[in-house]
Every structure is written in structure tokens, then in C-alpha cells.
């Protein structure tokens, strides 16, 4: 059974930084592209960032270029996002998603909230 | 970036009824065009793949059809269980972009 178990969000100040994990479990992780996805409370969804399987290529919605870093270990089967210079639009739902451009998001977590607000 | 322009915004129908979602893309995504349904608190779930494919486990149902630019999501008899919003996305071109959703509701 696949499962992505989010963690690591909560109540940050603007500025602040915050570290989102995801552990992937159920499915072979290291040939698989992995997203974040956000929902922002009441709202739709937005696509955030993405990685390869190898970990080498990554892709930002133009929103978060330059403050979040998304990266991979193969080995634990983890998904990492580091999070700065934090915004108040930036509280939502994040969720981790097992697809990217080549495959759609057949799998996805239960989402860990980051709430952005002084 | 791709603008996915989903329609209408709400869907009041009864069981038993037919359901038609549309999801229209500002440039052509070919067929690379998924929906997903979500319900209060959970997450979203993946429904159809590259415009007309089932996801494993989804009920025959729901159906997805259109190439390009214009795309539909068919839901033959509703269920109660299919009253939710439904999400168009497209994987065709970098940033990776979603509708706005479609909020199907009992009437």
C-alpha cells in the first residue's frame, strides 16, 4: 500500500522558516517524480514545487523561486522542503504527491498545515 | 503559464443524475489532463489521467473525454458519494497548473 506522510508544519512568523518532510513507503520512491502541492484555507489547489527521481532536476512555481528548496534522499525515501523568508500567503495545506510532468499525482498524503502569521 | 478555466463553478443535481464538468486550457495541453475529486478534509484523489484514462479502483462511471484545448468529465449516474469538487490539472508544460474546481452539491 503506497503511503506519503507529511510533517513538520505549524505556526511560523513572517520570515520565519519551516522545514516540511515526507516518508514514502508502498512503492519503488527512487524512480518516482514527487511534488508539493498547497491548499490554501476555503481554496483550490496550487502546484508548488517538484523534483526528478535522481534528485537533480527541480521545478518552483514562480510564487516560491528563491525561498523554498525541495530536495530528496533516496536512501531514506524522504522528501524534504525547506521553507524561508515565509509569507502570510504562503498558510496552507501542503501536500506531498507521488507524480510531476511525467506522471500524474496517483498518490497523495494527508497534507501538514503551515500557518504563516505574527 | 497554462490557465485551466473550469466550468460551471457549481453543479446542483440529484442521485441518479447526470453530471458534466468542463475544464477549457489556454493553450493545448494534448491529452496530458487529469481530474481529481476531492471531499471535505481529505485529499485530494486522482480520477482520470491524460484526458481519459481511469485511475486504478475508480468506478466506470466517471469518464473523461476531449484533446487540446477543450475537456469534459462525466459522471453517468451520480452517486452519494460523488457529491464533492472536482479538480482539472494539466502536467503538459512547467508551472504545473490546476482549475479553479467545480463543486458538484445535491440539490
Known amino acids: 500500500e503506497v503511503q506519503l506522510l507529511e510533517s513538520g508544519g505549524g505556526l511560523v512568523q513572517p520570515g520565519g522558516s519551516l522545514r516540511l518532510s515526507c516518508a514514502a513507503s508502498?512503492?519503488?520512491?527512487?524512480?518516482?517524480?514527487m511534488s508539493w502541492i498547497r491548499q490554501a484555507p476555503g481554496k483550490g489547489l496550487q502546484w508548488v514545487a517538484s523534483?526528478?527521481?535522481?534528485?537533480?532536476?527541480?521545478y518552483y512555481a514562480d510564487s516560491v523561486k528563491g525561498r523554498f528548496t525541495f530536495s530528496r534522499d533516496n536512501s531514506e525515501n524522504t522528501l524534504s522542503l525547506q521553507m524561508n523568508s515565509l509569507r502570510d500567503d504562503d498558510t496552507a495545506l501542503y501536500y506531498c504527491?507521488?507524480?510531476?510532468?511525467?506522471?500524474?499525482?496517483?498518490?497523495w498524503g494527508q497534507g501538514t498545515l503551515v500557518t504563516v502569521s505574527s | 503559464e497554462i490557465v485551466l478555466t473550469q466550468s460551471p463553478a457549481t453543479l446542483s443535481l440529484s442521485p441518479g443524475e447526470r453530471a458534466t464538468l468542463s475544464c477549457r486550457a489556454s493553450?493545448?495541453?494534448?491529452?496530458?489532463l487529469a481530474w481529481y475529486q476531492q471531499k471535505p478534509g481529505q485529499a485530494p484523489r486522482l480520477l482520470i489521467y491524460?484526458?481519459?484514462n481511469r485511475a486504478t479502483g475508480i468506478p466506470a462511471r466517471f469518464s473523461g473525454s476531449g484533446s487540446g484545448t477543450d475537456f469534459t468529465l462525466t459522471i453517468s449516474s451520480l452517486e452519494p458519494e460523488d457529491f464533492a469538487v472536482y479538480y482539472c490539472?494539466?502536467?503538459?508544460?512547467?508551472?504545473?497548473?490546476f482549475g479553479g474546481g467545480t463543486k458538484v452539491e445535491i440539490k
Open positions: 504527491a507521488k507524480g510531476a510532468s511525467t506522471r500524474p499525482f496517483d498518490y
Open positions: 508502498g512503492f519503488t520512491f527512487s524512480t518516482s517524480p
Open positions: 523534483i526528478g527521481a535522481n534528485g537533480i532536476a527541480t
Open positions: 493553450q493545448t495541453v494534448s491529452n496530458y
Open positions: 491524460d484526458a481519459s
Open positions: 490539472q494539466q502536467r503538459s508544460n512547467w508551472p504545473l497548473t
